[in-house]
């Protein structure tokens, strides 16, 4: 049986990893309006995969003994004032979302809850790959400017 303190934290970070989903869903049609069909399928990926992170924590829970919730999840941004830009806003989210993950493995810590401890480090691995992604986007955007645009563009497609 899981603790209600951990539960709770859970059900906030499938909130918060629904919320993530929408960002990227909302940043799939920015980029899909602005004919960067390789960044909007990228996007859309992503989306899926905060989803699938939203799944897998309302399973545990539920195998756990826990209730799994959805609750309010808020608007996200619709606009961006240039790809980069975008890219940089996903960064910075994804370290966002490691510090939520981080909080999530000290709340099981302290709850001394070992198989929710070793659950939540296999996000703790992918949070790691995702920021070193998205920081390596914005990277290659920032040294190829306006010219290397569709040359990542048709790199992301390829996800």
């Known amino acids: 049986m899981i603790s209600e303190k951990l539960q709770q934290a ?3 970070q499938i909130t918060a990893e629904m919320w993530s989903s929408n960002l990227y869903l909302s940043m799939s049609f920015y980029y899909g309006h602005a004919g960067l069909n390789g960044f909007a399928s990228w996007m ?3 989306s899926q995969e905060e989803l699938d992170h939203a799944y ?3 399973d545990y829970l539920i195998k756990r003994g826990g209730k799994a919730v959805v609750d309010k999840i808020d608007v ?3 606009e961006w004032g240039s790809p980069q830009e975008a890219f940089e806003q996903v960064y ?3 370290c966002h979302v490691s510090k939520l993950i981080d909080t999530l493995v000290d ?3 302290a709850e001394k809850d070992k198989a929710t401890q070793d659950f939540l480090w296999n996000y703790v691995r992918e949070q790691v790959e995702e920021e ?3 920081q390596g ?4 955007l920032k040294l190829g400017g306006q010219a290397g645009l569709l040359l990542i563009d048709s790199e992301l497609a390829k996800r």
């Open 10 to 12: 859970i059900n906030e």
């Open 44 to 46: 859309r990926k992503q």
């Open 56 to 58: 897998d924590m309302a």
């Open 76 to 78: 996200v941004p619709t």
């Open 92 to 94: 910075a989210h994804e």
């Open 107 to 109: 709340v099981a810590s």
């Open 132 to 134: 070193a992604t998205a």
């Open 137 to 140: 986007i914005v990277d290659k």
